[in-house]
């Protein structure tokens, strides 16, 4: 770990709308439509492309979300946006970003997999998501036909990608309204800074189960790699991304990775209560030799940073409760006191087991509610993308879509509904 500090420009954002000239003025982003489109339609795998808005309190319905991604800018510093998969691989988080708070956007078009969600802009819907309170800017994908639905997916991963950047880099001249300084220095200078707080580290778990089921990291497919540690200020600087098609309610997209709560509220403590040492980043796993190895590191590279504590947050459900598992008993055998954030898959009435998998270890454990909990989201005066997925997304059901346009379903099907990295409204005791 080295020393680093990161400076986020933050410039507020009231509104998007579409105009002859693309530019951010008054807390307004302005979009030239044809000039955006013609970018996006570069990629000879996307068909046709539309663009969209989508406002706070507005009566409109999102669906089925693919992503969500702020847009951003490096104004000083090395690096640019994304690096390794829409700029040069180089090492990000320092220097100065900024940052167009209160806008995002959102990918949309056919589905790709089952496990895809929704965003209501106001109603009921709107409680549990984030995303009904910034202003979208929806980018609506076609892809050519007969397109395998790796491709697909990719294709509307880097459409979205090359939006966020368009509009992020029309603030690259902006004076921000307000400067948030994130810093962290190396771990020997850590220890004779901070002797008597305790070392404190984050384990992020990615979600890189199979096909359709990835994170990249600096442009590398997490299942391709071995734990290891980041700084946080890279994660913050647009290190890591989503790229995967996991249940909407706890998938972490890229909008989660740049803004990750806990990172924020451990930085917020760092010097005072604890010292935040760092992030190790591990993957979730299909098969138990690659669980057994991952959380082996992972637990590992806790001893060997000298931890007194670790938060893991884990993304997705099922399947990766045994990995979220794995590394909370093994870092507690190093002697490391573990805090576990999940969600609950409880059953419709909340009276089943939450997690796939459980041990005396995990003793402490911090939920975003249950994704199984039933919930009716009333009709919308209009909808982008595709209202009749509803019946076939994680979390729906044959029925699920109503004749008047309402949904009925699980909070399963909302995007960031039970977030496990805490971004959401949701706990319980």
């Known amino acids: 770990m080295q020393t680093m500090k990161l400076e986020l420009g933050i410039i507020p954002i009231n509104d998007i709308q579409f105009g002859p ?58 690096g640019a946006l994304f690096p390794g998969v829409i700029s040069k691989v180089a090492t990000v988080g320092s220097g100065r970003t900024n940052v167009l708070r209160g806008s995002a956007v959102v990918t949309t078009g056919k589905i790709v997999g089952f496990q895809e969600g929704i965003i209501d802009m106001s109603g009921e819907g709107a409680k549990y998501t984030p995303f009904s309170q910034t202003n979208n800017l ?40 307000e400067v948030e300084t994130y810093e962290t220095v190396s771990v020997k200078e850590g220890i004779e800074k901070y002797p008597n707080l305790p070392r404190v580290a984050y384990v992020l778990m990615l979600q890189s189960q199979g096909l359709m089921h990835d994170t990249y990291v600096y442009g590398v497919d997490m299942k391709q790699s071995l734990p290891t ?49 760092g992030v190790i980043i591990t993957n979730e796993n299909v098969y138990l030799a690659d669980k057994m190895r991952s959380s082996d590191w992972t637990s590992k590279l806790c ?37 576990i954030i999940t969600d609950e898959y409880a059953g419709r009435d909340g009276a089943s087991q939450s997690l796939a998998d459980a041990d005396a270890a995990a003793n402490a454990v911090v939920t975003g509610g249950n994704a199984n909990e039933v919930i009716h989201l009333g009709p919308m005066d209009k909808v982008i993308g595709y209202p009749e997925v509803a019946d076939i997304i994680a979390g729906g059901f044959d029925g699920s879509l109503q004749k008047d346009g309402s949904i009925v379903a699980e909070l399963q099907v909302i995007t960031g509904a039970t977030n496990e990295m805490g971004f959401n409204k949701l706990s319980a005791r």
Not at 233 to 244: K, P, Q, R, V, Y
């Open 303 to 339: 001893k060997w940073l000298d931890l007194d504590g670790a938060i893991v947050s884990q993304e997705g459900f099922g399947n990766p409760d045994t990995d979220l598992i794995m590394n909370c008993k093994k870092i507690e055998e190093q002697g490391v006191k573990t805090v």
């Open 229 to 277: 540690i980041l700084n946080p200020t890279e994660i913050m600087d647009g290190a890591i991304l989503s790229g995967n098609c996991v249940s909407a309610c706890d998938k972490n997209t890229t909008y989660h990775h740049l803004n990750n709560p806990v990172i924020k509220d451990l930085f917020a403590q760092h010097g005072k209560t604890l010292n935040f040492v």
């Open 21 to 78: 000239e693309s530019k951010v003025e008054n807390g307004t982003i302005y979009v030239n439509a044809d000039e955006l489109k013609a970018l996006i339609l570069e990629d000879e795998a996307i068909k046709s492309v539309e663009l969209d808005i989508a406002r706070p309190g507005e009566s409109v319905r999102i669906m089925p979300v693919k992503d969500v991604i702020e847009p951003r800018v490096k104004v000083e510093g090395p």
């Open 138 to 177: 929806v980018v609506v994908c076609e892809p050519v036909d007969g397109l395998a639905k790796h491709a697909h997916e990719q294709a509307v991963r880097f459409a979205g990608l090359k939006a966020a950047d368009y509009v992020g880099k029309l603030a690259k001249d902006i004076v921000a309204e």
